[in-house]
């Protein structure tokens, strides 16, 4: 297992985690400024971050100061009521694979999408199986083109808490089997995204890691389970706050191979979205090299 406790070299920053700083939204260029200055050596935007400074822009800013990407966050979002929803579904895929390219990105993590609509209190169906078989279909499709331009896509497993609105593959078991399903290969081109916030609490989880193996880890996103978990999707803790055993998983992505950055990812509205950024990314690396 590497030895993180020197340096940080092997941190990557989810923006998502400094997106909010003292409550107040800041945008990407000052987040890649804030990593640049603190010698973080990759980042993981999101789109809309990326979009509101400018893709061309941000491309150029991460290229000057040297940081690359541990992922682009995100695509996904299969399901819909009809036709032209899911064509639509796909063409933003297709966007995001684009994206991705242009900003050089390992991979374009996939929050894969459940009940159309119930993200705003209103699903379409309640059909948790038309959802799954639109998901497989949509991955299936969106993995044709991303072989074409070479951008891997990493299926990220969510909590079942999630089950309904975001993601309706909920264990790394299930993403593998689709992985495995669509890409009997290992190609590479499919794989996870595994996010010890949604998997941590699997009983297979050790069992599923050493099957995923090298060519399906594609990203690893840490912070913490509190207890009590105060808002099911933001109040993630920071690394060390919680219940995590967070160095024995590592132990276990590395021996199946994985050998690529603990991406920091952190939602927290009531506690670290109110700090200051400095804080926050300070503590980010102080605890990389203690706990992770
Ligand atoms: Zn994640």
Excluded at 164 to 185: S, V
Aim: proline letters at 4%; glycine letters at 8%.
């Amino acid at each position: 297992m590497r030895d993180f406790s020197q340096d940080h070299d092997w941190l990557s920053i989810n923006t998502a985690t400094v997106r909010k700083q003292r409550g107040a939204e800041v945008p990407l260029d000052r987040i890649i400024d804030q990593c640049a200055e603190r010698g973080v050596r990759a980042i993981s935007p999101w789109r809309d971050q990326v979009a509101a400074v400018g893709l061309d822009k941000v491309a150029k800013q991460l290229k000057a100061h040297g940081i690359g990407l541990s992922g682009y966050c995100r695509g996904g979002f299969f399901p819909a009521p009809d036709a032209a929803g899911l064509k639509a579904a796909l063409d933003d895929n297709r966007r995001a694979i684009d994206e991705a390219k242009t900003l050089d990105a390992p991979c374009l993590v996939l929050v894969v999408g459940a009940l159309p609509g119930a993200l705003d209190g209103k699903a379409a169906y309640k059909d948790l199986g038309r959802a799954r078989s639109e998901v497989r279909g949509g991955i299936a499709a969106s993995l044709d083109y991303a072989r074409e331009v070479g951008m891997p896509l990493a299926i990220e497993p969510l909590h079942p808490m999630q089950a309904a609105d975001r993601a309706c593959i909920n264990t790394l078991e299930h993403a593998l089997d689709i992985c495995d399903e669509l890409d009997p290969e290992r190609s590479g081109m499919l794989g996870v995204a595994l996010d010890i916030y949604h998997v941590w609490w699997d009983p297979k989880l050790q069992q599923q890691i050493a099957r995923a193996g090298n060519q399906r880890l594609l990203a690893y996103h840490v912070c913490d389970w509190l207890t009590p978990t105060r808002d099911l999707l933001s109040d993630r803790g920071m690394m060390g706050d919680g219940v995590v055993e967070l160095k024995k998983i590592r132990g276990w992505v590395e021996a199946a191979g994985f050998a690529g950055f603990s991406e920091v990812e952190i939602f927290s509205a009531l506690d670290w979205w109110q700090r200051d950024g400095a804080e926050v990314l300070d503590t980010c690396i102080e605890r990389h090299k203690r706990v992770v």
